[in-house]
């Protein structure tokens, strides 16, 4: 679907068009006055490999939000910690978790065939049965997980038996984990079981993309893809074609998007955001340069390590992190006056949200070549 005659004729969108439309459907052009249970929907997820993630990325994005807000959504069984978009861990509301997760199925499936010799012999069918029974009996850590399986397959490999479990079953990590200044273990039990009723139809393709748009859009369908880790939804767009309009980039890639979504000027000012590690707007295009200057891909990770990353001007522009006593911010370039101060009150007011009671210094480190 790209580089068509019908995409040539489209009106083109520029890097910064295409940023700033992005940072407006990302609630970070302006502090937004929606609550954190609109949020976690509308973003459709949020990335959570880690506890703390989610909370830095709805503090970078909202009008008086307080980690308290997630957390007890997050107590209240509203919104569930699960793995979906990509086979990767995401806060998500409880709604979506009963209907997104199931459409995430053939990606979740194409990550178990990489498993298929620890697995040789294992009944995969009865393996869901089981453990669905062993963890809805009582929430079970993945080691717990693994022995239990193990004595009905003692040849089979043990890590291959919990992804197994993993991928087959919508599980989620029940609390205390995930809220906000307190620690628990990783324990699992079913979507259905944690939130007392059972899935619900699973969202169709046309409906996520429409979302997807409204949140990460203009958009291709590579940049989706990329986003969901699923394969084959050009016919989804080719089916929502007659309802969406259509750009071209700067390289005539065909972009898709949804009417009345908001498309500000490129020069709209766009403040410094400081974001978690894993936020989904640094992973959720297959063309990331809309975020990322080219002369900076690669910078916000170290192997399998990700960094906090700092926007300036709508753009990756440095790295970040908090010392016993401090804010470090550490610039990939080196800084106006008129940015450090912009990036220090963006800084401060973070640490308000996130960190009222302790105090912090916040102090430039060198330029990160």
Known sequence: MTNTKRSVSAP??????????TLARQLLLRPARVSAAAAVEHLVGLQAQNVKPPYYALAARLDGFGPEALSRLMADREVVRIV??????????????????PLMQPALERELANFRAGLAGVDLDRLSRLARDLVEAEPRTMRQLREALLTEWPEADPQSLAVAARCRLPLVQVTPRGLWGRSGQVSLTTAEHWLGR????????????LRYLAAFGPASVRDMQTWAGLTRLGDAFARLRPELVTFRDDRGVELFDVPDAPR???????????????????????????????????????????HRTLLVDGFLAGLWRLEEDALVIEPFDRLTRAQRDEVTAEGERMLRVMHPETSYDIRFGVVRE
């Open 84 to 101: 979906s978009m990509r086979s990767t861990l995401h806060t998500h509301t409880a709604r979506d978790c009963l209907t997104l997760r």
């Open 12 to 21: 083109r969108l520029g890097a910064r068009a295409l940023n700033r439309a």
């Open 264 to 306: 500000p000027d490129p020069d709209t000012p766009a403040p410094p955001r400081f974001l978690p590690e894993f936020d989904n707007l640094l992973l959720s295009h297959a063309d990331r340069t809309r975020v990322v200057p080219a002369e900076y891909r690669g910078r916000s990770w170290q192997g399998n390590i990700a």
């Open 198 to 209: 059972p899935a619900g139809p699973a969202g169709t393709a046309d409906a996520v993309v």
